[in-house]
């Protein structure tokens, strides 16, 4: 992780009306109080087809003050960036706090932290903000092409990028002062295919709109996306008459790094977040099957099986210096040789199991309170060796590559995934593509099943830009850590009952 250093130059009006917006809150009978200002600057563009088809650019700046008053929080929030306006957030968050104390159950307890003055900012070589509009969209245009040069039949071809930079300045009643600016960048290609009764689609490098790192531009041409572009095509409609997936079938299952860094997001990540599981979250995702009582003794899964919650590794979009409570960003485990050993926590859930917060509360933007989001994370890499090896190592099954869907119950344990694309693998190669490849398990026996992990060669730190939860909706950035994994006697296709 970067090292910090004194704040200095940037945010020095906001600096000033913090500290005003601080004092109010603590005339008003604040018991503690912080205030987050947030400018955000994001361009996303798209080509179809040959032409660009939309480009939206967004440039945002305001404040949000969090008090604790009675035992209980209030929250305001404002994008007017005044004197005045800091003084009225700042005692409207205290008199929402005295309203929500009239219903509390218990009175609001933080875990200790200590106040840091810091700055810091994630690296970039190439800073996409400084490129002409036009360089960046050169990119696409030249991605599209080529898919549409290799397979003219394509009904629709797509790339996309967003740039996306966050300037922050967190200060608190405690004497935090902490300036961080986050740079990302991200890209996709994909390809959609109709004929004969069905519709395909392949992306690259992974679903869910595009891949994202805590990067520069030289995050998007990492990813050769025009050298990639005629095998996706080429996929894209191979699919059409690809052999179905094999039905009601229990089998070896191969996931592509991509796809399993989905399993740990949704059966790992989601069901770690201590709100969920201490049961004052349900939104989007559900609550967790992983309660405080199974913490240090449930068997989550095979010893090959270990998971790390990391917000200092490079490149990760879970990366920063300090979470958005001032707490600094930590390494540790969720799950070490397959048992559950930790959970992602805020000050205020921390204090409840008496534990120290490591650092997990963001808030999407200046106008949200700060939740319980995932950080990075990872599967860490085994020593399976690289896919070819893993493949080579495996008599008979199917290598699934790339999420097309997915279902998971409200506590993160049955589930069903379907990727974009599949081959059988028969005598240790990879045989005939299949379409439409699904899988299912109860999480806790598919993680148990699993045999195999690929090396640090095959290992990739994935970024998911599009993470749900909270009410109001809040979209988190998170990081995910994965290389191909082996699973064994996998409930495969549609199961018929």
Same mark, same amino acid.
């Given at each position: 992780?970067?090292?910090?250093?004194?704040?200095?130059?940037?945010?020095? !009006?906001?600096?000033?009306?913090?500290?005003?917006?601080?004092?109010?809150?603590?005339?008003?009978?604040?018991?503690?109080?912080?205030?987050?200002?947030?400018?955000?600057?994001?361009?996303?563009?798209?080509?179809?087809?040959?032409?660009?088809?939309?480009?939206?650019?967004?440039?945002?700046?305001?404040?949000?003050?969090?008090?604790?008053?009675?035992?209980?929080?209030?929250?305001?929030?404002?994008?007017?960036? /005044?004197?005045?306006?800091?003084?009225?957030?700042?005692?409207?968050?205290?008199?929402?706090?005295?309203?929500?104390?009239?219903?509390?159950?218990?009175?609001?307890?933080? &875990?200790?932290?200590?106040?840091?003055?810091?700055?810091?900012?994630?690296?970039?070589?190439?800073?996409?903000?400084?490129?002409?509009?036009?360089?960046?969209?050169? @990119? @696409? @245009?030249?991605?599209?092409?080529?898919?549409?040069?290799?397979?003219?039949?394509?009904?629709?071809?797509?790339?996309?990028?967003?740039?996306?930079?966050?300037?922050?300045?967190?200060?608190?009643?405690?004497?935090?002062?902490?300036?961080?600016?986050?740079?990302? /960048?991200?890209?996709?290609?994909?390809?959609?295919?109709?004929?004969?009764?069905?519709?395909?689609?392949?992306?690259?490098?992974?679903?869910?709109?595009?891949?994202?790192?805590?990067?520069?531009?030289?995050?998007?041409?990492?990813?050769?996306?025009?050298?990639?572009?005629?095998?996706?095509?080429?996929?894209?409609?191979?699919?059409?008459?690809?052999?179905?997936?094999?039905?009601?079938?229990?089998?070896?299952?191969?996931? !592509?790094?991509?796809?399993?860094?989905?399993?740990?997001?949704?059966?790992?990540?989601?069901?770690?977040?201590?709100?969920?599981?201490?049961?004052?979250?349900?939104?989007?995702?559900?609550?967790?099957?992983?309660?405080?009582?199974?913490?240090?003794?449930?068997?989550?899964?095979?010893? &090959?099986?270990?998971?790390?919650?990391?917000?200092?590794?490079?490149?990760? @979009?879970?990366?920063?210096?300090?979470?958005?409570?001032?707490?600094?960003?930590?390494?540790?485990?969720?799950?070490?040789?397959?048992?559950?050993?930790?959970?992602?926590?805020?000050?205020?859930?921390?204090?409840?199991?008496?534990?120290?917060?490591?650092?997990?509360?963001?808030?999407?933007?200046?106008?949200?309170?700060?939740?319980?989001?995932?950080?990075?994370?990872?599967?860490?890499?085994?020593?399976?060796?690289?896919?070819?090896?893993?493949?080579?190592?495996?008599?008979?099954?199917?290598?699934?590559?790339?999420?097309?869907?997915? !279902?998971?119950?409200?506590?993160?344990?049955?589930?069903?995934?379907?990727?974009?694309?599949?081959?059988?693998?028969?005598?240790?190669?990879?045989?005939?593509?299949?379409?439409?490849?699904?899988?299912?398990?109860?999480?806790?026996?598919?993680?148990?099943?699993?045999?195999?992990?690929?090396?640090?060669?095959?290992?990739?730190?994935?970024?998911?830009?599009?993470?749900?939860?909270?009410?109001? !909706?809040?979209?988190?950035?998170?990081?995910?850590?994965?290389?191909?994994?082996?699973?064994?006697?996998?409930?495969?296709?549609?199961?018929?009952?």
């Amino acid at each position: 992780m970067h090292s910090a250093a004194p704040a200095t130059g940037a945010f020095g !009006s906001e600096r000033n009306l913090g500290r005003r917006a601080l004092d109010t809150a603590r005339t008003r009978g604040a018991s503690y109080a912080d205030v987050r200002f947030v400018r955000r600057e994001v361009e996303d563009a798209q080509v179809k087809n040959g032409a660009l088809e939309n480009v939206d650019r967004v440039d945002s700046l305001g404040f949000g003050v969090r008090a604790i008053a009675d035992g209980a929080w209030g929250f305001a929030a404002s994008p007017v960036v /005044t004197g005045a306006e800091a003084d009225r957030v700042a005692a409207l968050a205290v008199e929402v706090a005295r309203a929500s104390a009239l219903t509390k159950r218990d009175a609001a307890r933080l &875990a200790p932290v200590k106040p840091v003055t810091a700055t810091w900012r994630s690296p970039v070589a190439k800073d996409p903000f400084a490129m002409s509009f036009d360089d960046r969209l050169a @990119l @696409l @245009l030249r991605a599209d092409a080529a898919m549409r040069a290799q397979q003219p039949k394509l009904r629709t071809t797509r790339a996309a990028y967003e740039i996306w930079r966050e300037s922050k300045l967190f200060l608190s009643s405690e004497g935090a002062d902490i300036a961080q600016t986050i740079t990302e /960048t991200g890209c996709s290609i994909s390809a959609e295919s109709v004929g004969d009764g069905e519709q395909q689609v392949r992306s690259y490098p992974a679903s869910g709109g595009r891949s994202q790192g805590q990067f520069g531009w030289e995050f998007a041409e990492r990813w050769d996306l025009v050298g990639n572009a005629p095998r996706i095509a080429d996929e894209a409609m191979a699919l059409l008459t690809a052999t179905p997936c094999p039905q009601d079938l229990r089998t070896t299952v191969i996931l !592509s790094g991509n796809q399993t860094m989905l399993q740990v997001h949704e059966s790992c990540g989601h069901p770690i977040e201590l709100d969920r599981a201490l049961g004052t979250e349900a939104a989007f995702a559900g609550t967790s099957f992983l309660t405080p009582d199974t913490l240090g003794s449930l068997r989550y899964g095979s010893e &090959a099986v270990s998971m790390r919650i990391d917000s200092t590794t490079p490149g990760g @979009l879970g990366t920063f210096a300090y979470d958005d409570e001032g707490v600094p960003a930590s390494e540790g485990w969720a799950v070490k040789d397959g048992l559950f050993v930790g959970y992602l926590m805020s000050r205020e859930t921390a204090a409840a199991l008496g534990k120290a917060s490591n650092g997990t509360m963001r808030a999407d933007g200046w106008a949200r309170l700060p939740l319980i989001r995932m950080t990075n994370v990872s599967l860490m890499p085994g020593a399976a060796g690289t896919l070819a090896d893993l493949v080579a190592d495996t008599d008979e099954g199917i290598y699934m590559d790339t999420n097309r869907s997915w !279902s998971i119950d409200d506590r993160r344990f049955n589930f069903q995934f379907g990727t974009q694309i599949g081959w059988l693998i028969k005598g240790g190669k990879l045989t005939e593509m299949v379409r439409n490849p699904t899988y299912t398990g109860i999480t806790p026996e598919f993680w148990g099943s699993c045999d195999a992990v690929c090396s640090d060669s095959e290992w990739f730190i994935w970024g998911t830009p599009n993470c749900g939860k909270g009410q109001p !909706s809040q979209v988190g950035h998170t990081g995910h850590g994965a290389a191909p994994a082996r699973f064994r006697n996998v409930r495969v296709g549609v199961i018929r009952a």
